[in-house]
Structures are given as structure tokens and as C-alpha cells.
């Protein structure tokens, strides 16, 4: 009988392990095709720009009959759609941008990933498109970048940049809320994001966004929107536009797609965040490494007047852009009603501070004092 029991037990746990096995394939449910051939040895690494190369591979997941599908790994190719696609006539889409780093333990790191996990769903509620379901993304993500771990760029500032993406791809001309989308991850070795310093125009007619609007959400249209406004200010010999409030245009928002930080004095600034400003991820880290190296943070509303101000009385010191593309990019100076004010050029600038302590946290070049980091497992 003691033989017999052993023997039973010795089985179940055999069947567990199976069943165990047959578990992480369950959750792994991510079909893969390969490419025949890669297409890497015909991208130089050395001389990369930013978004205009694609990796191997990418990942698509379906929406239809009321339910994400299995996602699948395939090559990087075209896809069909039909001329009567919703995407194509009411803009149904929202994306995210991410980076992929590689230390110098060729391990894959992520920044804050889950923070992208959640906001792409943020945008999608706003777009009446189904959420993406949590346990998906970082495993479809995950999985396309163990798979495309070659493409991850290593020299300085160099990453792979990451979009995830979602749009409608049900048919018909009817105004309504598409039944089928197509989930997308692609990625793009990149190099570092330079714009050099920008000169910037502040804008008093064209709005970003609008209270109860997109503005939140990573909308496509919502770039579509700034494309116009933005070609006006280049013809005046501006490079990007700061966007105001569009009831008042008395108070700063954004820079171009890019949070904005402002520095009087020694205090540095940035807008709260709303309905029609992007709570975006390198502003919140920003705000954390700047109050834990003792600088005054403020987080309120800015009016154009004490911008000009500040400059005036040559205390505005700064203003940069922050988002995952540049991490932050500095303003040189801007314009206002036909007048131009310039931005003194510092020597350890908090734009400067600022940058080189969060990419030391990114590329795994200092201790994550946050738990910011996201390591892939292989
Ligand atoms: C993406 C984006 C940002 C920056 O967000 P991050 O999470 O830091 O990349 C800021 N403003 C707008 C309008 C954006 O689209």
C-alpha cells in the first residue's frame, strides 16, 4: 500500500509540472514568425536618426468579435486595410512612446513601462477604443524585444525607440465608434533626439486642446492639429510653439509635444497637469529628481506676463521641453507679439543637471533610487 501511494504521488507531481509547463505557454500565448532573413546588417548603427529605421519584427494583437485576440509576432511589413477603414475618416487612434535601453551588461532595460501600460488605455477610453488587456502589453512587449535584442542601439543616447500604437480598423462611412482595431508595437533603433537650442513662438490663436477635449490622451489628431500652426511659426524663424490656454492664451501649457519647465530664479516651474495637458512620464520624473537634489519645484500655473517679467528683470534663467523623444530639450529664447526675448546660456543649467541624472537612471549608469527601471527578463 506505502509502495502503491508513493507511486501515485511521484505521478501528481509529474501531472503538476506538466500542467505548470503548460501554464507558462498559456500566458506566453504570443504565436511568433520570424523573418526569413534580417535586415540588420544593412542599417548603420553608427549613424542613426531618430524613428527612420524599423527593427525585424513587430507585434500585432486584433480586436474583434468584441475581444483581443491572440497577439503574434511578425515581420515588419505592410498591412492592408480597406479604403472604408474608420481609421482613415475619424481618426480613431491613440499611440505611446517608449525606449528601450542596453547596459553594459547587455541586459534590456525599460523606464517606467507600466506607466505607458496604463496610459495608452487612458487615451483609448477617451477614444471609445476597447483597453488593451494589462497582462498583454508588457508580455507582447517584452517578448518582441528579447526577440529584437540585436536592434537595441548602444552607442551614447542611442536607444530603441518604442511605439505601441492602436486604431480602428472596422469599415464604413457611418460616424460611430469602430467594432474591429489593431493593436501595434514597432520599434525603431534611434539616435540621440538633438534639436540643438530651440527658439520658440508662444501662440495666441491656435490651441492645442480645449477643457473637455483630447488633450490628455495620446491622440493622433491631436498632432495633426499642431502640424499648421506650427509650419506658421517655422516661416517666422521659430522652430517649435508654445502653446497657451485656449480660453484665455494667458497661460503657458505645453512646448510643442513636450511638457514645459520654467525656471525664475532658482525655482523651477511647470504647469499642472488637466484635460488638455499630457500628464507625461518625464515630467513626473523630472519633478522627483529635482525636489530629491533640493530644488524648489513649483507646480502651478504660469502667465505669459510673468514670463516676460522674469526676463525683463533677467531672472528667468531657463525653459525646456521634457518628454521620452529628447528627455529635455532647452529653449534658447522666445517670441511674443513680434518681440524676441533671449534666454542667458548657463554653465551647469538644471536642463543639463537634469538630463544627465535621469539617463544615468535610464542606462543603468547610477543607482535607481526611485525603482524607476524595468529590467527584461530573458
Ligand atoms: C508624449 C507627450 C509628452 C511627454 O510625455 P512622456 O511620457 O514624457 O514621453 C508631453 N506632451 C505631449 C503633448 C505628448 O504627446
Known amino acids: 500500500m506505502k509502495g502503491l501511494n508513493k507511486l501515485s504521488f511521484k505521478f501528481r507531481t509529474f501531472a503538476l509540472i506538466k500542467k505548470r509547463k503548460k501554464m507558462s505557454i498559456i500566458t506566453q500565448n504570443i504565436s511568433i514568425q520570424k523573418v526569413s532573413k534580417s535586415r540588420i546588417s544593412e542599417v548603420n548603427f553608427k549613424n542613426l536618426s531618430f524613428g527612420q529605421e524599423f527593427s525585424d519584427h513587430m507585434l500585432v494583437c486584433d480586436y474583434k468579435n468584441g475581444v483581443w485576440q491572440q497577439p503574434q509576432i511578425v515581420p515588419f511589413e505592410n498591412i492592408s486595410l480597406s479604403p472604408a477603414s474608420k481609421i482613415f475618416h475619424y481618426g480613431q487612434s491613440v499611440f505611446e512612446g517608449m525606449k528601450a ?51 537595441i ?48 513662438l508662444i501662440e495666441e490663436k491656435y490651441s ?53 519647465f520654467i525656471r525664475i530664479g532658482d525655482t523651477l516651474i511647470t504647469t499642472p497637469t488637466s ?42 534663467k531657463e525653459m525646456f521641453g521634457a518628454g521620452t523623444a529628447a528627455v529635455i530639450s532647452p529653449i534658447a529664447g522666445f517670441g511674443f507679439r513680434g518681440e524676441d526675448y533671449e534666454l542667458p546660456t548657463l554653465e551647469n543649467s538644471y536642463a543639463t543637471q537634469l538630463k544627465k541624472q535621469i539617463t544615468n537612471i535610464q542606462y543603468n549608469r547610477a543607482e535607481d533610487k526611485f525603482g524607476w527601471r524595468y529590467k527584461v527578463k530573458e
Not at 500652426?229 to 513636450?258: C, F, R, S
Open 101 to 151: 535601453y542596453k547596459d553594459k551588461n547587455d541586459e534590456i532595460l525599460l523606464f517606467r513601462p507600466l506607466e505607458n501600460q496604463k496610459r495608452i488605455n487612458i487615451s483609448s477610453k477617451r477614444l471609445a477604443i476597447p483597453e488593451f488587456p494589462e497582462n498583454y502589453f508588457m508580455e507582447s512587449l517584452e517578448t518582441l524585444l528579447k526577440l529584437d535584442k540585436d536592434w
Open 153 to 200: 542601439p548602444t552607442t551614447d543616447g542611442s536607444s530603441l525607440y518604442i511605439r505601441p500604437f492602436v486604431f480602428a480598423t472596422g469599415n464604413g462611412f457611418h460616424a460611430s465608434p469602430s467594432d474591429a482595431y489593431k493593436f501595434i508595437i514597432a520599434t525603431s533603433p534611434s539616435g540621440a533626439y538633438f534639436s540643438g537650442k530651440v527658439k520658440v
Open 208 to 260: 492645442r486642446s480645449a477643457n473637455g477635449g483630447v488633450g490628455f490622451a495620446k491622440a493622433g489628431g491631436n498632432y495633426a492639429g499642431q502640424f499648421y500652426p506650427t509650419q506658421l511659426a517655422k516661416e517666422k524663424g521659430y522652430q517649435q510653439v508654445i502653446w497657451t490656454d485656449d480660453n484665455t492664451h494667458e497661460y503657458i501649457e505645453e512646448a510643442g509635444a513636450m511638457n514645459i
Open 275 to 316: 484635460d488638455r495637458i499630457l500628464d507625461g512620464i518625464t515630467r513626473k520624473s523630472i519633478i522627483t529628481i529635482a525636489e530629491d537634489a533640493g530644488i524648489k519645484v513649483e507646480i502651478r500655473k504660469v502667465k505669459v506676463s510673468e514670463l516676460i517679467d522674469a526676463s525683463k528683470k533677467g531672472e528667468l
